[in-house]
Each structure stands twice: as C-alpha cells, then as structure tokens.
C-alpha cells in the first residue's frame, strides 16, 4: 500500500528557513509528478509547488523565489525548501505523488499534512 510520510514542519519566525520532505513508499511502480498543496485557516488548498519526473518545476506566484521543490527520485522523495517566510505562509502542507502502482493503476496519493506556522 502507498504511503506518503512528511516531516519538517514547525514553528519559525518570519524571515526564517524551512524545509519540508516527502517519502513515497510501498507498491510503487513509477512516480510522474510530486509536489506540495497548502492550506491556510478558512481558506482553500492551493498548490504551492510541482516537479515533474524530469525535474521540471513550477511555483505559485506567492513563492516565487522563495520556495524551491526538489526531489530524489532513488529515494522516491520531494522536498521543499523554504526561505524568507512569510506569517502568510503558515498553512498545513500536504505534499502529493501522481504515480503508478504496482497493480499498474495510476492515481494521486496524499501525505497527511505538515503544520508550518510562521510567527511576525
């Protein structure tokens, strides 16, 4: 069964670094695209960062700059770098995978979500 395992999250003050990673494990034949969605208090998720299988990224306007996606495709991982952050920033950060299972079935799997709280 596939799982996504994130870890990184926490508490910074504003101006400060995080970085979050994403391991993808069990079953997985291939993975396609991985990236980061956020969702702030009362608002809707947004996806802040994708890399594809070929390392291609794009990021939302919001993080620009700011933010960079990587990922380790031996260790079926995505990490996320973030500098310069914001008290706009702070949101759950859930991370997904577009992949394809062991089964040969494609589909999108979600970790269970990263606290980043960024304090002014």
């Known amino acids: 069964q596939v799982q996504l395992v994130e870890s990184g999250g926490g508490l910074v003050q504003a101006g400060g670094s995080l970085n979050l990673s994403c391991a993808a494990s069990?079953?997985?034949?291939?993975?396609?695209?991985m990236g980061w969605y956020r969702q702030a208090p009362g608002k809707q998720r947004e996806l802040a960062a994708v890399?594809?299988?070929?390392?291609?990224?794009n990021y939302a306007d919001s993080v620009k700059g700011r933010f960079t996606i990587s990922r380790d495709n031996a260790k079926n991982t995505v990490y996320l770098q973030m500098n310069s952050l914001k008290p706009e920033d702070t949101a759950v950060y859930y991370c997904?995978?577009?992949?394809?299972?062991?089964?040969?079935?494609?589909?999108?799997?979600w970790g269970q979500g990263t606290q980043v709280t960024v304090s002014s």
């Open positions: 997904y995978a577009f992949l394809t299972d062991r089964a040969y079935r494609p589909g999108i799997h």
């Open positions: 069990g079953g997985i034949f291939s993975i396609d695209s």
């Open positions: 890399i594809t299988s070929r390392s291609s990224s």
